[in-house]
C-alpha cells in the first residue's frame, strides 16, 4: 500500500482587488496583509475566491451592480501566494469576454490555477488537480448566482449532475474533493434555507470540504472529517467595512488520503479602516469564535432557517427589491438578462422553498 502524508489546505473568501482596494495607499495588495496574515497563507494548497477581473479589457457590463476589475501588477504579489482560485461568481462577466480571457490568461501565466469556468461545461467543472507526498486533491469551483451575458462565450459551474458526476470520477481515482461555492443571500449571518438544503445535497456527493461565499459576512459551519462546509467564508480583501463585513474566515485543514480532513483551525481576519488586514488574538478572537459556535448551532438545529426568513421579511419583497436593483444597475437589459440565468433550481427555491 502506498503511503501518504496529509496535505495541508490553506482557505479564504472573497478576494475583490478592484475599486476601493486597488486604490489604497500601498504599492501591491500583498501589503494590505500583516506579517503573521502572510505567514498563515503557507501550505501544500492555498485557494480562494477571486472576485474581480485582473487587467483592462472590457466595457463595464449592464448586468452587473458593481464592476470589479484589479490591476496586475498591483494584484500579483498577493494572487501569486495561490496556487488555485475559484473565478465562478457574480463578477466574472463584470466587463465582458474580453476581460474572462484576458483574466484566465494572466492567471495562467502566473501559474495560479483556476476553476470554475470554460468555454464548454466540461472546462467550467473541470477541477485543479494536485499529487502531493502521494496524495491527490482536487479543487472546484461553481456559483448559483452570475452576471455573464446571455451571448457569453464562457459557461459557470453550477451544482448539479454535470459537477458532480466531474467529482464523483475523482472520488473513484482517489481524489480528495474540494468545491467553492458561490451562493446565498448578502450581508445576513444566516444561510437562507434553500442553501441549506444544497448543502445537504452537495454532502451527498462527497466533498470533503465546502468553502461557500457571496454573504459578504461571516456564517456559521458544520465540521465533521469526513464532510465539513464554511456557508460564508467572508470578504478577505474588499473595500466595504460596515455590517460585520469587516471579517473573514482563514482555515487550515490537513487532509488525508482517506478523504477526510483533520485538525482544522479557523481564524478570523479582521479589516481595519484603511483595509489591512491581520489575525484577530487573544479576547477578540475568543469571542469571534464564540459568535460563530452560536451562528454553528442554530444552522445545526435548523434556527437559522427561522433567523433567516425574519430578516427576508416577505419573499414577494424580497423578489422585488431584487428587481429594483437590477433595474437601477442596468435598466432592462440587466433585467432580461436576470430571466435568461433563471433555471429550474431557481425556481424551485422560489416557489417551494422557504
Known amino acids: 500500500m502506498t503511503q501518504t502524508s496529509p496535505v495541508l489546505l490553506v482557505a479564504v473568501g472573497d478576494i475583490m482587488l478592484g475599486r476601493g482596494v486597488k486604490t489604497a495607499p500601498v504599492r501591491d495588495a500583498a501589503q494590505l496583509l500583516s506579517p503573521e496574515l502572510l505567514r498563515a497563507l503557507k501550505g501544500d494548497i492555498v485557494t480562494g475566491n477571486l472576485e474581480c477581473l485582473i487587467g483592462s479589457k472590457g466595457t463595464p457590463s449592464p448586468t452587473s451592480h458593481s464592476h470589479f476589475q484589479g490591476d496586475p501588477d498591483f494584484a500579483q504579489p498577493l494572487l501569486s501566494r495561490f496556487d488555485v482560485v475559484s473565478v465562478a461568481n457574480n463578477h466574472i462577466g463584470d466587463f465582458g469576454d474580453n476581460a474572462i480571457a484576458e483574466t484566465l490568461a494572466w492567471l495562467d501565466d502566473i501559474g495560479v490555477a483556476r476553476v470554475g469556468v470554460g468555454k464548454t461545461i466540461d472546462e467550467a467543472t473541470a477541477p485543479a488537480v494536485f499529487d502531493i507526498q502521494g496524495q491527490k486533491v482536487a479543487v472546484f469551483g461553481a456559483t448559483t448566482v452570475a452576471s455573464n451575458v446571455a451571448s457569453s462565450a464562457y459557461q459557470l459551474a453550477s451544482p448539479g449532475p454535470e459537477l458532480y458526476r466531474r467529482a464523483a470520477e475523482h472520488q473513484e481515482a482517489g481524489y480528495t474533493c474540494i468545491l467553492h461555492l458561490h451562493a446565498g443571500g448578502g450581508d445576513v449571518c444566516h444561510p437562507a434555507p434553500a442553501v441549506r438544503h444544497l448543502m445537504e445535497e452537495i454532502k451527498a456527493e462527497g466533498f470533503t470540504i465546502v468553502f461557500g461565499h457571496h454573504p459578504h459576512v461571516?456564517?456559521?459551519?458544520?465540521?465533521?472529517?469526513?464532510?465539513?462546509?464554511?456557508?460564508?467564508?467572508?470578504?478577505?480583501?474588499?473595500?466595504?467595512?460596515?455590517?460585520?463585513?469587516?471579517?473573514?474566515?482563514v482555515v487550515t485543514a490537513y487532509l488525508n488520503g482517506d478523504g477526510s480532513a483533520t485538525s482544522i483551525e479557523i481564524d478570523i481576519a479582521q479589516r481595519s479602516p484603511d483595509l489591512h488586514l491581520s489575525l484577530q488574538s487573544g479576547e477578540a478572537r475568543r469571542?469571534?469564535?464564540?459568535?460563530?459556535?452560536?451562528?454553528?448551532?442554530?444552522?445545526?438545529?435548523?434556527?437559522?432557517?427561522?433567523?433567516y426568513v425574519a430578516w427576508r421579511g416577505s419573499k414577494l419583497s424580497a423578489v422585488l427589491r431584487s428587481i429594483c436593483g437590477d433595474f437601477r444597475a442596468g435598466g432592462w437589459k440587466a433585467l432580461w438578462a436576470k430571466l435568461g440565468r433563471i433555471n429550474k433550481r431557481k425556481m424551485i427555491d422560489l416557489v417551494f422553498r422557504r
Do not use: T
Not at 219 to 224: A, E, K, N, Y
Open 287 to 307: 469571542q469571534g469564535l464564540q459568535s460563530l459556535g452560536v451562528l454553528s448551532d442554530m444552522i445545526i438545529s435548523g434556527a437559522s432557517d427561522e433567523a
Open 218 to 249: 461571516l456564517q456559521g459551519f458544520d465540521l465533521s472529517p469526513r464532510w465539513s462546509v464554511f456557508y460564508s467564508m467572508g470578504d478577505f480583501l474588499f473595500d466595504k467595512l460596515e455590517s460585520g463585513r469587516d471579517q473573514a474566515l
